[in-house]
């Protein structure tokens, strides 16, 4: 599900050890025979922060509310760690807006914070941060932030 979106340069590609790494932060979404359809991981990157990667819906099933209930199931494990806040970088910023999600700017966390989450080797934590090393990786997507 993922390589097709990463070819069109929607989604930034993973090395597959990070996925492997990642499974535990993943929720899926079945059709009724069993067959992926969906899928979207939960990043915690800061005791009150998460990010929301990999949202994908596969094409047949877009606009039929399989998006949507990921990122709900999403927002449901994040309240259960503690989470207060939810970041996600992407070109779908109305169906992020629609969920309570808003386009940031800079400086969205304090000095001390910034100065503990800038040592991450984390991607997603870089383009959270806006650091200019993963500016030509961003594809022009929109950092967006959620208060739960």
């Known amino acids: 599900m993922l390589e097709p979106l990463v070819q069109r340069r929607i989604l930034l ?32 990157m800061w005791e009150d ?12 099933w877009l ?3 399989v998006g949507r209930a990921i990122v709900e199931a999403l927002e449901q494990n994040a309240r259960t760690l503690g989470l207060s806040r939810l970041f996600c970088l992407t ?8 969920r309570g999600f808003a386009p940031i700017g800079e400086q969205v ?24 090393h993963v500016k030509p990786n961003t594809l022009g997507n929109t950092r967006m932030l959620k208060h739960l």
């Open 49 to 60: 922060l998460g990010e929301i990667r990999t949202l994908i819906v596969v094409d047949e």
């Open 13 to 44: 590609g993973k090395d597959l050890v990070v996925l492997y790494e990642a499974t535990q932060q993943f929720v899926v979404a079945e059709d009724v025979d069993g067959n992926l359809i969906g899928c979207g991981a939960l990043h915690v």
């Open 91 to 98: 070109f779908e910023v109305e169906f992020f807006r629609r």
């Open 63 to 65: 606009h039929h509310g």
């Open 109 to 132: 966390v304090d000095p001390d914070v910034y100065s503990q989450l800038i040592r991450s080797p984390d991607e997603g934590v870089a383009e959270f941060l806006d650091l200019a």
